[in-house]
């Protein structure tokens, strides 16, 4: 590991002056002293929850929610709020919240919250989560340290359930806040451990569940830090990424059928082989795809083979085609372009192929004041930015619902992401954590966001 003197000197860059502060104590340029390396430190020490055993930094984390891995992790990260003088609460589904509002501020107005998860998919990386969560501690703390009052109350979040590893719910304690909550949820089972139980390990009250739903209004905006995880920002050399939105899924199950039949005594020009169809088909959902320019996606990911044997002409295959962008109505022109090249590829095999709709994901648009925001932080702190959609799922899709959304990226390293292997430097860390500052101040200093 780097002497913190080493660490300064390499990331001085990411270390924005203070003198930017006037000595009201109010920002005169928008760029916001972070500490890196105290930034650095905390992230360091949180992956040694849930660290492989004899790992290191580098073989990552396994820390699902509800895992003793997360509930020693979140007993340290109660303990490092309170030590930044913050008083931590756990609402009713487990999230932490910590307010800041010290006098001057005004207590009545919406608070601006910020934040974002510590909990891992088996095997991860220390950034996902980990960055926005220890970025928004940090944005407190420098702020504070500057002599920053406030005019609305701040309040930090860690969500309690980000990854759907756990009851194979993604975003699922925010989704609680959002009021998405359905009869039978927290009777849910996963490796013997009721939905209810596991949120009481955390220190929530599933009993007063209702409790933890906001309404719209209830904050003034929601802002997330985050990492990538995937390749955009890195290979345009950009260092900052305002999130457009969080993508819309539309996801399909189509079934191809054929005949099932002898595969040595059929000839070839009398077979309806699904498999092959299905194929094909694989192959014409990228081409449509690819076919249309944009940031939008499609993939099949399942494909189930009937009878699945060597010696026996597939006679049905089930499969999935998962269409994502911010724009559902370029998800729908994709998904008639792929129907139409089913039909074609049906009547050419001898094959009936049916499309039914199984999920649709609305996408969650991140509010264009917030954008504005974090475009000008950006480049009142010199660092350019770019434009982009967010193509994975998070907490802050459920609470686009309640109030203006916004979220910042900054570069995965190969674009890796979900993995051992998920790197961000610690120079775009800080930078990332800088930008966040320089966002909420901006949302703090305005009465309205339009
Ligand atoms: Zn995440």
């Known amino acids: 590991m780097l002497s913190r003197r080493a660490f300064l000197a390499t990331s001085a860059a990411a270390v924005i002056p203070r ?8 920002p005169s340029s928008g760029s916001v002293g972070v500490d890196a390396w105290r930034l650095r430190a905390r992230l360091e020490r949180l992956s040694l929850f849930g660290r492989p055993d004899g790992g290191s930094f580098g073989s990552g984390v396994s820390r699902v929610a509800y895992s003793d891995a997360d509930l020693a992790a979140r007993t340290w ?5 309170a030590a930044a003088g913050l008083t931590p609460r756990i609402d009713p589904a487990g999230n932490v919240f910590a307010r800041w509002a010290p006098s001057g ?3 009545d107005r919406p608070a601006i919250l910020f934040g974002s998860h510590i909990d891992s998919v088996p095997n991860g990386g220390n950034f996902d989560g980990d960055l926005g969560t220890l970025s928004a501690l940090e944005v407190v703390e420098s702020c504070r340290a500057t002599g920053i009052t406030p005019r609305h109350p701040w309040e ?6 980000e990854e759907s590893t756990a009851f194979g719910r993604g975003t699922a304690a925010s989704r609680i806040v959002a009021g998405d909550l359905q009869a039978g949820d927290l009777d849910q089972a996963w490796n013997g451990l ?3 139980d596991a949120i009481r390990r955390l220190g929530g009250q599933p009993d007063r569940i209702e409790e933890a739903v906001r309404k719209a209004g209830h904050w003034r905006a929601y802002v997330e830090l985050h990492i990538e995880q995937g390749g955009t920002l890195e290979k345009g050399g950009v260092t900052i990424g305002t999130v457009d939105g969080i993508v819309a899924i539309h996801r399909y199950d189509v079934m191809v059928t054929g005949f099932a039949n002898h595969a040595g005594t059929t000839p070839m020009n009398e077979r309806r082989d699904a498999l092959l169809a299905a194929s094909r088909l694989v192959v014409s959902v990228r081409e449509a795809v690819t076919a249309r320019p944009g940031r939008h996606v499609g993939t099949v990911g399942r494909l189930e083979i009937t009878p699945n044997s060597p010696n026996v002409i597939p006679g049905k295959v089930s499969m999935s085609v998962e269409l994502r962008d911010l724009s559902e109505t370029v998800l729908k022109a994709l998904a008639a372009d792929i129907q139409q ?6 009547a050419d095999t001898g094959t009936d192929i049916t499309f039914q709709l199984a999920s649709r994901n609305p996408p969650a648009l991140a509010h264009e004041a917030v954008q504005r925001a974090i475009d000008r932080a950006a480049e009142r702190s010199g660092l ?3 434009h982009l959609p967010s193509g994975a799922g998070h907490d802050a899709q459920m609470i686009a619902a309640l109030c203006p959304m916004g979220m910042i990226f900054v570069p995965s390293i190969g674009g890796i992401s979900h993995s051992p292997l998920e790197r961000t430097t610690w120079e775009d860390c800080a930078h990332g954590a800088s930008v966040l500052a320089a966002t909420i101040l901006q949302l703090d200093a305005s009465d309205t966001i339009v």
Do not use: C, D, F, Y
Not at 156 to 161: D, I, M, S
Not at 341 to 346: K, L, N
């Open 19 to 26: 003198r930017a502060w006037s000595t009201r104590g109010q």
């Open 105 to 107: 501020t005004s207590p």
């Open 194 to 196: 009721k939905r209810a």
């Open 77 to 81: 990260l109660l303990s490092e709020i």
């Open 384 to 386: 350019g930015a770019t």
């Open 341 to 346: 090249r089913a039909a074609a590829i049906a």
């Open 156 to 161: 930090l979040v860690v969500w309690a359930h």
